[in-house]
């Protein structure tokens, strides 16, 4: 379903001529077919599922938000404004995110589900969150308060 809404927009984007908008769709159109060919070895012929691109583009986001702060740095005015608008066009295909209040509460309910009681269990509590959540949350963010939340 994520797929097609991508290359929907994409179609769009080359219609309206927006520019900004069909180099970054097309952008994750790659990055999606490089993920596509790396899950066939594991048998996955159809592609990656909707989860799996919804943690592909907070990646992107990532990637982006990364790039800002070095342009910042650099006095990159132009670049800056680039990858915000990349961000921008990325963000329309991922759910509502999740305030910190909402990331919180998802996370009192792993802890609950899962039985972690130390940051020994971090890595159980993320996996179970990029499961369930995946999409709705920036996870390093979240890591933040997992580890927060099991080291008191």
Do not use: C, H, W
Request: glycine share 8%; net charge positive; no cysteine.
């Amino acid at each position: 379903m994520l797929r097609t809404q991508i290359t929907e927009a994409m179609k769009d984007a080359l219609r309206a001529k927006d520019e900004r908008a069909l180099s970054t769709i097309r952008l994750m159109v790659s990055r999606m077919k490089d993920l596509d060919i790396a899950a066939r070895p594991k048998g996955n012929a159809d592609g990656i599922g909707d989860d799996e691109i919804l943690t592909m583009l907070q990646g992107m986001i990532k990637q982006r938000r990364e790039s800002i702060a070095l342009y910042e740095k650099g006095n990159r005015p132009d670049l800056v404004k680039q990858e915000s608008e990349e961000i921008t066009v990325i963000e329309r295909f991922l759910p509502k995110q999740m305030d910190e209040a909402a990331v919180k509460e998802a996370i009192e309910k792993i802890v609950a589900a899962t039985g972690a009681s130390s940051v020994k269990d971090m890595g159980k509590v993320m996996g179970e969150m990029k499961k369930t959540y995946a999409g709705q949350m920036d996870f390093s963010q979240a890591g933040a308060l997992v580890k927060a939340r099991l080291a008191g």
